[in-house]
């Protein structure tokens, strides 16, 4: 058995230090923990804000890059355009060493082309032949060519003083390359 001599008063007193003493104690380990806590997120917050910083410049420095590129990007869809005018030049002009070569071939050796003019797809020609039979070979080789189309002879006639048929041609050109 214990007996306490301690008077009510002081032994209140006594739970009421010890019970204070808890709460101050218990008090401090928050202070500590939210101490802790605030130190750990300001610590954070300054490594990822240098972080930030560092990406920030990283991204301003890709966006000069990337403006470099930009022109030059200009300058390739520029000579992209420039390519594609010669491209499509390329691809509807006319060889005229094959229409003379084909037209060569088309000839009979008893006709003689005297002139050729062309304008756009058309071709115009003036030539002479021994007998109206080598113009109408002509123009049957100028059928079967594949190069020549809608072929018309607007005229023949006989040239008295060379013994010889005049004629004039006209037709137009089929795509050729």
Do not use: H
């Not at 240098?50 to 890709?62: F, R, T, V, W």
């Not at 010669?86 to 082309?113: F, Y």
């Amino acid at each position: 058995m214990t007996i306490n001599l301690i008077p009510p008063k002081l032994k209140k007193e006594k739970e009421f230090r010890k019970t204070s003493g808890i709460f101050i104690m218990f008090l401090n380990i928050i202070m500590v923990v939210l101490l802790i806590v605030t130190g750990t997120c300001l610590t954070a917050n300054y490594f990822y804000t240098k972080d930030l910083n560092n990406i920030k410049s990283q991204i301003a420095e890709q966006q000069l890059v990337l403006s470099k590129y930009a022109d030059l990007k200009k300058e390739v869809a520029n000579v992209n355009a420039k390519l594609d005018k010669i491209n499509n030049i390329d691809t509807t002009r006319i060889l005229w060493s094959n229409i003379v070569a084909e037209l060569g071939r088309c000839t009979p050796t008893e006709v003689q082309i005297k002139t050729f003019s062309s304008k756009d797809n058309k071709i115009s020609l003036t030539g002479s032949a021994a007998t109206r039979r080598d113009i109408a070979k002509f123009k049957e080789k100028l059928e079967a060519s594949k190069n020549f189309k809608n072929i018309v002879f607007t005229s023949s006639s006989l040239n008295e003083t060379t013994n010889d048929y005049g004629f004039d041609l006209n037709c137009e050109l089929e795509e050729i390359k």
